[in-house]
């Protein structure tokens, strides 16, 4: 790989690293096949979601789009006992985690005129989806960083969608991590078709409040479509890691981390900034060392190619200025003072503090969310968490003295406004 | 007005009742053009901005995007002392319940395990733009509850764009209720050109990280639109009001409170949900009343013949299963109890609660933010808070010790997930 000082990035590379690979695909091709699969959906109800299948396997005679009992609790079978004991310590993690998120269901009330008070109270989002992707990719972590605060926030009812396996049936292991945090309601549908059903709902599947998960560029963009009638958590795209460094950090844990993050899929994107030369040159040769050891190396290779970075930086101001303008989903800070750093951060999802702190200990363990924003919004997207299964309700009332308080601005800015009818609704109030 | 009961209203007015007039255009024109104006923007920076102003208002010579200071200092001299007075009063509540809003900007840590860290911290959104509507109707009162939760927030560049009305100014009572709260970078810029600057950045105006702020259909289009790159506060639509009544409430005041929702234009909703025969039919009667004293009659009775509904309910507890599927902006409730209703009640932007809580008094003055969820989006958005103008980071922190305690989990877990390069960038922290 390339070492580019940070500060005369060729212009097409520049272009190219910050671009990345959105996950929204702008191509109007796939648009309009999820816009049909939409309409599709919406007219024809399971029997579209049915069709999808008798496509890919034959009849679907004895087909069922809800995943049975038996099938949940033969799923435990088909699991290994080390896989079960890891998914309980994330369980534990990632529960402990998102309980401190939800730190109180009422605001105290804010009294700001003597007989009117103003506050919030927290109301869980009652019926939400989770899109669980499947196929080749298998992300059984994902149905916890999901379905966690989904359960702690108290919605009623939560619905998983995911794509069957080339077998027809849903992954044990995704099944089995369902069932593990208490949500059995799972239904096999992928791709558009789920989020399509969720967002209107058909015999089987119910119409949800809110859909929730990643996906491909098929997924995203029926996601965006999605929001014409129901809301979503947020446009997530491919991977992407931002590593800043000082010369006190380990080349080989940074080869690690842009490694890991670059296996994901050759539209993961991996980007190391610092401020040491002896740091970038080490971790190019760590790179080409560790890569002939992984049986994923070559979407790695082609991620790094299109989307991966090695820079020097003059200053650690510099590097943070960058990585604040890149505004990644995963910053690792190794440095000296990796806390003053991370201080300095506005925008990035997960921040990984110190050399021990690697990007696969928060993708599956700290207990911290891995569900993240990608392509700069964390600019102003947060991680998942507790607060999106949820929200505020405003509430307010005033006696008569109160509304009397008030009485004059309101009249006031509703003459201003020209809204004559606001004025006399408070008016008539006050009329003998 | 018709009165039905709840649980015989005909299909037809049931559909169109619960569907109401969402902000939303599905018109493929409306995307169209909207489309267009975007590609405009995109490609012709202000020269796009200004053709517009030369087909409404001719010449652009002495045309600036940007208002300057000399016109804000000027705007004072035009806005009545009454209404300065109004603002200042309005500005001190809104600013006094937004405050109570921000808890924390750091979240106590959780440790996991031993060695095993995770926390957030707050951060406010960089750049943010406003946009407030113009022309026909003014609103400065939206920009007090945009502009103040962006301040306290502590936004660095907060932009307002707002459409000049016939005479080619932005109003004054606009400016000054901006620069009352210290926002002074002020774009003369309406309309679906507005989000689309804002989106991409122009010479003139800077692209930011996300949109805030009502409009008309082409406005919420552009803004959906605005998603692909960027991101919204919600896709805020007409108004509506809800109000749930026992026989202790007062019909007039029911009715004035009907009409105040349904004078914001002719998709407005208004209903009424009541266990009470007499209450029913004596709103009826007051409400054609009022409508004689109103200029605005016009529009409020047709957004009663569209969207409006009168239906008694045989219980509370069906009018407030009813009110939460429909999930209204504004939701009064005037009954013996009020406070114990509202505990029921899941999906509602505002609530009102008791006789004096006029739905104008939480438009302007109870220090309550009136920009709030409509269409039934409710049912997963918050009201319009300083939440919006931030968001959390997460940040994690292992010690060697603490990484070994979650080591095998981590290893286990990318192992099942068939990511080797995940399980290698943790091992190799230890190996010698």
Redesign the interface.
């Known amino acids: 790989m390339n070492i580019y000082s940070l500060n005369s990035i060729p212009n097409t590379v520049y272009d190219r690293v910050m671009k990345r690979s959105f996950g ?1 695909s ?1 191509n109007q091709g796939v648009q309009k096949r999820v816009r049909r699969v939409f309409e599709d959906v919406q007219t024809n109800q399971d029997r579209a979601l049915l069709g999808e299948y008798e496509k890919r396997f034959g009849s679907t005679n004895k087909m069922s789009l809800r995943v049975t009992s038996p099938e949940i609790k033969n799923a435990y079978k088909q699991v ?1 006992a ?2 079960i ?3 309980q ?2 369980i ?2 990632i529960r ?2 998102t309980n ?2 939800l ?1 109180t269901k009422t ?2 009330a ?1 009294v ?2 003597k007989g ?1 008070k ?1 506050w ?2 927290w ?4 019926k939400i989806g989770l899109y669980i992707p499947g196929g080749k ?5 994902s149905v916890l960083m999901c379905g966690i605060p989904a359960v702690i926030a108290g919605c009623k009812e939560i619905i998983i969608c995911s794509p069957p396996s080339d077998k027809g049936k849903i992954s044990a ?1 995704i099944l089995v991590a369902s069932d593990m945090i208490g949500i059995s309601n799972i239904f096999s549908v992928g791709g558009p078709y789920a989020i399509a059903a969720l967002t209107y709902g058909t015999k089987s599947i119910p119409k949800v ?2 859909i929730f998960g990643a996906g491909n560029a098929f997924v995203t963009t029926a996601k ?1 479509l999605a ?2 009638t ?2 979503i958590d947020m ?1 997530a795209g491919p991977s992407e890691v931002f590593i800043i460094a000082d010369d006190s950090a380990n080349s ?2 940074i080869a ?2 842009l ?2 993050d ?3 899929g050759d539209d993961s994107a991996c980007v190391l900034v610092t401020t040491s030369p002896v740091v970038a040159k080490k971790t190019v040769i760590e790179i080409e060392k ?1 890569l002939n ?4 190396a070559s979407r ?1 290779r082609e991620s790094l190619k299109k989307y991966g970075l090695i820079a020097i930086a003059d200053s650690l101001k510099d590097a943070i200025n960058f990585a604040n303008n890149y505004a990644p989903e995963h910053l690792e800070i190794m440095t000296k003072n ?1 806390v003053a750093v ?1 201080k300095k ?25 891995h569900i ?1 924003p990608t392509g700069a ?7 998942l ?1 507790v ?1 999106a299964f949820g ?10 003295l ?2 009397n308080s ?1 009485r ?3 009249e ?3 003459i ?11 008016a ?2 006050f009329i003998k």
């Open positions: 929204l702008s290994d080390s896989v004991c890891a998914l310590q994330m534990k993690n402990n985690v401190a998120q730190k605001d105290p804010v700001t005129e009117v103003v919030r109270e109301r869980a989002i009652e990719a298998l992300y059984p972590s292991i409040d809110k965006m929001l014409e129901t809301s446009p080989s844990y690690a981390d490694l890991a670059g296996e994901h560790q050891n992984l049986s994923t790695i990796p991370s951060i506005n925008n990035a999802g997960s921040v990984f503090i110190g050399n021990y702190t690697s990007k696969s200990s928060g993708d599956y363990a700290t207990g911290a969310n993240l919004m964390a600019k102003s997207y947060p991680p968490g607060d929200k505020w309700m405003q509430i307010q009332r005033c006696t008569k109160g509304l008030i004059k601005t309101i006031t800015m509703a201003a406004e020209q809204l004559p009818a606001h004025k006399y609704s408070t008539i109030r």
